[in-house]
């Protein structure tokens, strides 16, 4: 894994140091792990049933995608996945804040889409 691509992430929030130790210190690991998130379907699962308002399966995938990011030390993209999922946790879809979901969707898309970014300029 470049230097580069290290400073990007930690620069946005990303747990560098503490991912690469869950990696036992292997950056070749790390970085194979890093670019299969590129391809990882729970973001746009997430998107898609919360769009249908189908809370039920939005739970499930953004709870997959809480624990994939936080694999990858990805915080920002777990802080917001963990909100939604928290804010989804053993609700009907009549008890849901769809303002609170709706504003936490923003800032995960936002998260999401600034650490595709950044792996895909630096990998």
């Known amino acids: 894994m470049s230097e580069q691509l290290k400073q990007k992430l930690k620069e946005n929030g990303a747990d560098v140091e503490g991912t690469l130790h869950r990696f036992m210190g292997n950056d070749a690991l790390f970085l194979k792990f890093i670019l299969k998130f590129k391809d990882d ?56 804040d769809v303002a609170k979901v709706e504003e936490e969707k923003k800032a995960l898309e936002e998260a999401y889409q600034l650490f595709i970014g950044i792996i895909t300029e630096n990998a």
């Open 41 to 96: 379907q729970n973001y746009a699962v997430l998107k898609e049933h919360l769009d249908q308002k189908n809370y039920e399966e939005a739970f499930k995938a953004a709870h997959t995608l809480k624990g994939v990011s936080a694999n990858l030390g990805l915080n920002p993209i777990f802080d917001r996945a963990s909100a939604i999922t928290e804010l989804l946790r053993g609700k009907e879809a009549s008890e849901v």
